[in-house]
């Protein structure tokens, strides 16, 4: 009887040790998980950092540009006599500096929703993580409490056989 007593201990600690180190690679697959989300969330911040980086280098590009076709057409004014600075050669350079404005304000609208939405996603990425995370931590406590409420009971209901069996009482 002393052997079945021992075996049934050694039985509910063994149950116990193995929910204990399941529940723990559950944790680190959290942990994995987070940390994905994590790198997830950086990967996209550094992906929208370039995108308004971009946005900004052709922004620069559209406005060099177009000082550079307003140089031109003053350039092309003075030669055939046009007086620069009023009436209509005036206008077509106001106008050329109007739509190249709007071209890179445009350009730069662009950028700034690109970035937007891709930083939008990457913390949506990390809350993913942070949401599989959790869920693996509840596992990994729900099979670790499982197991001590399975080791205890195994152990009650041993118990209780060996109650059943009378080999502890007492002889008169």
């Known amino acids: 009887m002393c052997v079945s007593v021992a075996m049934a201990g050694i ?7 193995g929910a204990m180190s399941a529940g723990d690679a559950q ?6 998980a987070a940390y994905e989300g994590f790198m997830s969330q950086q990967l996209r911040e550094m992906e929208a ?6 946005a900004d280098e052709k922004v620069q590009q559209i406005r060099r540009q177009a000082q550079e076709f307003r140089g031109s057409q003053v350039v092309q004014q003075a030669a055939n006599g046009v007086m620069i600075g009023s009436g209509s050669a005036q206008a077509m350079i106001e106008k050329t500096t109007q739509l190249a404005e709007a071209d890179a304000l445009a350009t730069l609208y662009s950028g700034v929703n690109k970035a937007s939405s891709i930083k939008l996603g990457g913390r949506m990425d990390a809350q993913a ?4 995370a959790a ?4 596992d ?3 099979r670790q409490t499982a197991a001590f409420i399975d080791a205890g009971t195994s152990l009650l209901s041993f118990g209780g056989k060996v109650h059943e069996s009378g080999y502890f009482k007492t002889k008169d």
């Open 11 to 17: 039985s509910a600690a063994t149950s116990v040790a």
């Open 27 to 32: 944790r680190q697959q959290g942990d994995a």
């Open 49 to 54: 950092q370039d995108v308004m980086n971009q």
């Open 129 to 132: 993580g942070m949401n599989r």
């Open 135 to 138: 869920a693996y931590y509840e």
């Open 140 to 142: 990994a406590n729900n």
